[in-house]
């Protein structure tokens, strides 16, 4: 097996090189490849299945069952017909494969390596707020409209959302056995896309760059309402 270098910009047309997916359409149940060279073994190549796309902390993630070790890391994910859709980053047990691992999806690898090359740095965009997301159902029951969306919980003095007067719960009610802080601002769209799930704004931020807009469509009381927020910019991690 010839595997082809993978580079992402401008590339060298004498080399060959891997063409570019999309990991924001990567869905459970697609299969994929992993390369790397896991335990420093050379040009291995593992399948698998794509078995979730999930949040995991402020990112989302390529959760996969195809065997990644440590050695693995900075490899390419690749979808059935050989796009590269995420990079290899972590594992999820004691140090070893255990069917769950993570890829970044290739659409944020490529932001950041942007965002590298022109600012120095990567500069993650920030909102600052925490948001539950509510089905039709429950948002009926609390008077809210019935369509999906992110009941906002808090947020964050000074931060964008601060700045652009979003609102956070100001009381709780008991809905069953389940205790739900209401009064905040409903997100109903970003950016004009309407909420289906609750990584729908985290995968909108993920296209985003500090300092750009972010339209959020939100029901306030009975009122809905477009909201503009110029995002900040998160704390540079070690």
Do not use: C, H, W
Not at 23 to 49: F, K, S
Not at 92 to 119: Q, V
């Amino acid at each position: 097996l010839d595997i082809a270098v993978l580079r992402i910009g401008t590339a060298d047309p004498n080399q060959p090189t891997l063409s570019m997916g999309s990991g924001a359409r990567a869905r459970a149940g697609q299969e994929v490849v992993a390369l790397g060279a896991p335990l420093g073994l050379q040009n291995t190549v593992t399948r698998g299945i794509v078995s979730a796309v999930r949040q995991v902390g402020s990112v989302t993630l390529v959760q996969t069952d195809a065997a990644i070790n440590p050695g693995n890391s900075g490899g390419p994910l690749l979808d059935s017909q050989g796009n590269v859709i995420g990079i290899n980053t972590a594992i999820y047990g004691p140090g070893g494969n255990i069917g769950i691992g993570f890829a970044m999806p290739i659409n944020r690898a490529k932001s950041m390596l942007t965002d590298l090359s022109s600012r120095g740095r990567v500069a993650r965009p920030l909102l600052g707020i925490t948001t539950s997301f509510l089905s039709p159902e429950v948002a009926e029951v609390l008077k809210l409209p019935a369509q999906p969306g992110l009941l906002i919980q808090q947020v964050e003095p000074g931060s964008a959302a601060g700045q652009a007067g979003l609102r956070g719960a100001d009381r709780e009610v008991a809905i069953g056995n389940y205790v739900v802080a209401i009064g905040g601002d409903y997100i109903v769209a970003v950016d004009g896309q309407p909420v289906a799930d609750r990584l729908t704004l985290t995968r909108v931020l993920e296209r985003k760059k500090a300092g750009d807009p972010l339209t959020l469509t939100i029901v306030r009381g009975q009122r809905r309402m477009d909201v503009k927020v110029t995002l900040g910019e998160a704390p540079q991690r070690l």
